[in-house]
């Protein structure tokens, strides 16, 4: 398997980071479907590095389920977790 080079450049650099944005949507989208499911009862995403910058597409995949969202801040101030869980009450 190749390792693709680092992007350099204005455009490279946003679609690195749109890329990696996409990734991690995609990991909490997932998080949130295996807790509906009821596959899970809370299912962390760590150490994301546009936690932050997600939550609130991420409170928004949650409308009308019975799961919530929220942030899990640690000592390193560049990343951040996603935590998913049922909401207490919910079958």
Known sequence: MAIEPLPFGRVGARTAVRRQ???E???V???VAMV???LARRVTVSSLRFGAHLLD?????TV???VRV???YGTDESRCSISV???HGEQ
């Open 21 to 23: 944005l996409d990734r």
């Open 25 to 27: 949507l995609d990991l």
């Open 29 to 31: 989208a997932s998080a």
């Open 36 to 38: 509906d499911a009821g």
């Open 57 to 61: 597409a991420s409170r928004r995949m």
């Open 64 to 66: 009308g389920k019975p």
């Open 70 to 72: 929220f942030p899990l």
């Open 85 to 87: 869980e049922r909401v």
